[in-house]
């Protein structure tokens, strides 16, 4: 069962003093990459915290869940009209893009996340959506160098063309005028929860670990909620 945790994210604001960017129940957030893993289950949990949600995947409709606040957008995150009509009313933006693991992914360029961000951050400041919480991952961006050796040698073998485009995705963010924060989970698991999981700012502080995809979809809520760690990357772990 899904378990809706507000704790996770309640404490950023005390830790960051910002609430400026707080999101009140009944404002509408867009969730970019819904149809499952940690987007479905972001929408589960922003809805279960009194927001109104719309869904954006390409393989989604209103049968991926059955709620009077959720609405389920078709369409491909790259495309700059679909994300542009998907934006209008919407107060929050959280993007929880995510590729096949399969030997292309080794193989292959990765561009997804830049560019799905490059459509997305010009069209939130034509529509006027500021907040924004992205999802990377533990090892992208500085806290790369948190791993140890050994498990960095693994990370950039196995993950090293998805973590150079989640690290171009984290450079537009960062540059963004955005009120971003990205979100970077360790080893996502299918167990229900993870008491111990917490939300880690600062560097000395990081290390890896497994996170249920249900605990970060309450930590992204409790960012909205909260409205800390404005323009932070933060660890979950
Ligand atoms: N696995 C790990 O241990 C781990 C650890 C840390 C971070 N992460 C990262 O966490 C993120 C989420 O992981 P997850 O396992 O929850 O993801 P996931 O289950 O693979 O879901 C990815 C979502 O992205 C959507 N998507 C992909 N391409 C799209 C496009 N062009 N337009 C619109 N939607 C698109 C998919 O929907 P459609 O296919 O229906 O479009 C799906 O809803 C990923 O970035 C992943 O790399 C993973």
Same mark, same amino acid.
């Given at each position: 069962?899904?378990?809706?945790?507000?704790?996770?994210?309640? @404490?950023?604001?005390?830790?960051?003093?910002?609430?400026?960017?707080?999101?009140?129940?009944?404002? /509408?957030?867009?969730?970019?990459?819904?149809?499952?893993?940690?987007?479905?289950? !972001?929408?589960?949990?922003?809805? #279960? =915290?009194?927001?109104?949600? *719309?869904?954006?995947?390409?393989?989604? @409709?209103?049968?991926?869940?059955?709620?009077?606040?959720?609405?389920?957008?078709?369409? @491909?995150?790259?495309?700059? =009209?679909?994300? =542009?009509?998907?934006?209008?009313?919407?107060?929050?933006?959280?993007?929880?893009?995510?590729?096949? $693991?399969?030997?292309? !992914?080794?193989?292959?360029?990765?561009?997804?996340?830049? *560019?799905?961000?490059?459509?997305?951050?010009?069209?939130?400041?034509? $529509?006027?959506?500021? %907040?924004?919480?992205?999802?990377?991952?533990?090892?992208?961006?500085?806290?790369?160098?948190?791993?140890?050796?050994?498990? %960095?040698?693994?990370?950039? !073998?196995?993950?090293? *063309?998805?973590?150079?485009?989640?690290?171009?995705?984290?450079?537009?963010?960062? #540059?963004? @005028?955005?009120?971003?924060?990205?979100?970077?989970?360790?080893?996502?698991?299918?167990? $229900?929860?993870?008491?111990?999981? /917490?939300? %880690? $700012?600062?560097?000395?502080?990081?290390?890896?670990?497994?996170?249920? %995809?249900?605990?970060?979809?309450? #930590?992204?809520?409790?960012?909205? *909620?909260?409205?800390?760690?404005?323009?932070?990357?933060?660890?979950?772990?």
């Amino acid at each position: 069962m899904h378990r809706q945790d507000e704790s996770y994210g309640q @404490d950023d604001a005390a830790d960051t003093h910002s609430s400026s960017a707080a999101l009140a129940a009944g404002r /509408r957030v867009l969730v970019i990459g819904a149809s499952q893993g940690i987007g479905l289950a !972001t929408c589960k949990a922003a809805l #279960a =915290a009194g927001f109104r949600v *719309r869904g954006l995947a390409r393989n989604i @409709d209103r049968r991926s869940l059955h709620h009077p606040e959720f609405e389920a957008v078709r369409a @491909d995150a790259l495309n700059e =009209a679909d994300v =542009a009509a998907a934006l209008q009313g919407c107060d929050a933006v959280v993007q929880t893009l995510g590729i096949k $693991a399969d030997p292309a !992914t080794l193989i292959n360029p990765v561009t997804l996340f830049s *560019r799905a961000t490059d459509v997305l951050l010009p069209a939130m400041r034509a $529509a006027g959506v500021a %907040r924004l919480v992205a999802v990377t991952g533990y090892g992208v961006g500085d806290s790369r160098r948190a791993l140890p050796l050994p498990e %960095r040698i693994l990370f950039e !073998t196995v993950m090293g *063309r998805v973590a150079a485009d989640k690290e171009r995705q984290e450079s537009a963010i960062r #540059a963004s @005028d955005t009120q971003w924060t990205i979100l970077r989970p360790g080893f996502l698991t299918l167990v $229900a929860s993870c008491p111990a999981a /917490r939300l %880690r $700012a600062d560097p000395p502080d990081w290390r890896n670990g497994f996170v249920s %995809r249900n605990a970060v979809a309450d #930590a992204i809520v409790g960012l909205l *909620r909260g409205g800390g760690y404005l323009h932070k990357a933060v660890v979950f772990t």
